[in-house]
């Protein structure tokens, strides 16, 4: 494209919303032939509501449970841990994020922090791992209706759980029906159970082409550069546990407003209006702009 095509482009996605970091970008993405979208804060808005949260340890009240675990999420920049500390003030527990020790966090799997000497991991089934528990208690956690599960271990015990309901956002089957009928083929790539990934999936009508659940940040890499294979592929998405995907894809496009520092480092564009059918629409400009000869 030429000089004033590029410019122009560049402008008009800026206008709606889409930061395209470099004029290099507009080629790549006018060829895209794959896009691939993280779920939790990208398909869906990342606001849960709490359904449940319970203790499963008869000496630790729920309240106890609930300050150490909102503590420990108060150090997280996951979509999850925002609901959790908010739920947790609701019901006037307070969470001191000072009080927690050697906080750290394992992309895809979950948390962990030290509070009042105790080991408190939060996280998906595989954080049981983490927290050294071999012996996992059967216990009926509600996964239906696509929840998010968090697993609560003090110490090596399973301690308590909670589920979280989280709904998708506006316009993302309109964004894939654009994506559709441009050729281009859609995934979702999540780290949250296999039941919350199909329920994205019924959500949208069954809009998206492949759905994978229970990645963890390096599976979402490899299945980007399973796509590449096929065609120049797009990588939409939130989280710091979207970078390895992110920087994989020929684009990373990361969500501006909710993104972490490191997914806005990572991503090609930055969508800061979290309005996906921006998506298409970009991709429609770069190909008008390839097309254009002055
Ligand atoms: P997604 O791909 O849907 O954005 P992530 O890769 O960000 O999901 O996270 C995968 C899973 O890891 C979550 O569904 C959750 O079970 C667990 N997890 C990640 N961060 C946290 C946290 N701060 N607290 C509890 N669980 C977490
Ligand atoms: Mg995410």
Same mark, same amino acid.
């Given at each position: 494209s030429t000089p004033v095509a590029t410019f122009c482009a560049l402008t008009k996605a800026a206008? %709606?919303?889409?930061? /395209? @970091?470099? *004029? $290099?970008?507009? $080629?790549?993405? %006018? @060829?895209?032939k794959i896009t691939a979208f993280d779920k939790t804060g990208t398909i869906t808005r990342g606001e849960f509501i709490v359904v449940e949260f319970r203790s499963l340890h008869r000496d630790i009240s729920l309240r106890t449970l609930l300050y150490w675990v909102s503590s420990v999420e108060s150090k997280s920049s996951h979509p999850m841990a925002a609901t959790i500390v908010d739920y947790a003030k609701s019901v006037d527990v307070e969470p001191r994020i000072e009080e927690v020790e050697d906080y750290q966090n394992f992309p895809g799997e979950g948390i962990y922090g030290k509070i009042d000497g105790n080991d408190i991991y939060i996280g998906n089934k595989r954080i049981a791992s983490r927290a050294r528990c071999s012996t996992v208690p059967e216990i009926e956690v509600d996964t239906k209706g696509g929840k998010t599960v968090g697993y609560i271990y003090v110490g090596e015990r399973l301690a308590g759980v909670f589920n979280l309901s989280d709904a998708c956002r506006s316009g993302v089957i309109q964004a894939m029906k654009e994506l559709k009928d441009l050729g281009i083929k859609t995934a979702m790539l999540t780290g949250d159970n296999q039941d919350a990934a199909m329920h994205a999936q019924e959500q949208l009508g069954n809009a998206l082409d492949v759905v994978h659940g229970e990645l963890l +940040? =390096?599976? @979402? *890499?490899?299945? /980007?550069? =399973?796509? @590449?294979? =096929?065609? +120049?592929?797009?990588?939409?998405?939130?989280?710091?546990?979207?970078?390895?995907?992110? !920087?994989?894809? $020929?684009?990373? /496009? %990361?969500?501006?407003?909710?993104? %972490? !520092?490191? !997914?806005?480092?990572?991503?090609?564009?930055?969508?800061?209006s979290n309005d996906i059918r921006?998506? +298409?629409? *970009? /991709?429609?400009?770069? #190909? #008008?702009?390839?097309r254009k000869v002055v």
């Open positions: 206008t %709606s919303g889409l930061l /395209i @970091k470099s *004029a $290099d970008y507009l $080629d790549t993405l %006018s @060829k895209i +940040p =390096e599976d @979402k *890499a490899r299945i /980007i550069q =399973e796509f @590449k294979k =096929e065609g +120049p592929t797009a990588m939409v998405g939130d989280g710091v546990n979207d970078a390895p995907a992110l !920087a994989t894809a $020929d684009i990373g /496009i %990361s969500m501006g407003i909710s993104g %972490s !520092a490191l !997914a806005t480092q990572t991503g090609h564009i930055i969508l800061m921006r998506i +298409p629409q *970009a /991709i429609k400009i770069a #190909r #008008r702009a390839q």
